[in-house]
């Protein structure tokens, strides 16, 4: 077996595993009323720092299998992706893929459970492959990671600050 480098794929053979995050926060709604904002992917922009013209595909909505695509912002660049929904459990649980579920990139999932008077909102993010797009280094893809994990925080604070303005029942 070869230790050489693979000038082609600078990252192959990187362990994934440290690149996921979960994050959480309290919510002052019931499980259903906040899977019905999050899986509405077109708000997604009202909370987010760094997607923004986020829409479903024509046609498809907050089912598995429905694509839906936005534009990402991070460093001063934008680009748009397409991601594929894996999970949608109406007030229980709603999970895409960026790149679908077969040759995806990244797993974003969202979980939903009753605390009291409203719900704890689980965020979670894992790095599923690498690819050019990433970078080309550890510390690039180090850098994403830690970026996506203040964003989710910053979306989950924003989330609950505007629940709270909203009373979303």
């Known amino acids: 077996m070869s230790t050489t480098p693979d000038p082609q794929n600078p990252l192959a053979g990187l362990d994934l595993t440290p690149f996921a995050f979960t994050r959480r926060c309290w919510v002052d709604t019931t499980p259903d009323s ?13 909370w987010s720092p760094s997607a923004s013209g986020v829409s479903y595909a024509p046609g498809d ?6 694509w839906f695509s936005g534009r990402n912002r991070r460093d001063g660049r934008e ?9 949608a459990d109406p007030g229980a ?19 939903f459970r009753e605390r009291g008077r409203g719900s ?14 990433l970078g080309d280094t550890r510390e690039d893809v180090q850098a994403l990671h830690d970026h ?7 979306t989950l604070l924003a989330l609950a600050e505007w629940i709270a303005g909203h009373r979303t029942r």
């Open 120 to 133: 704890v909102v689980q965020q979670s993010w894992r790095l599923l492959r690498t690819d050019a797009v």
């Open 93 to 111: 649980a709603f999970a895409f893929v960026v790149g679908g579920a077969d040759h995806g990139i990244v797993r974003w999932g969202w979980d």
């Open 34 to 46: 906040v899977y019905r904002l999050i899986s509405d992917v077109s708000l997604i922009e009202t």
């Open 79 to 87: 680009w748009v992706t397409r991601s594929e929904v894996v999970r």
């Open 61 to 66: 909505g907050p089912w598995v299998g429905a």
């Open 148 to 154: 996506m994990a203040d964003s989710a925080e910053s």
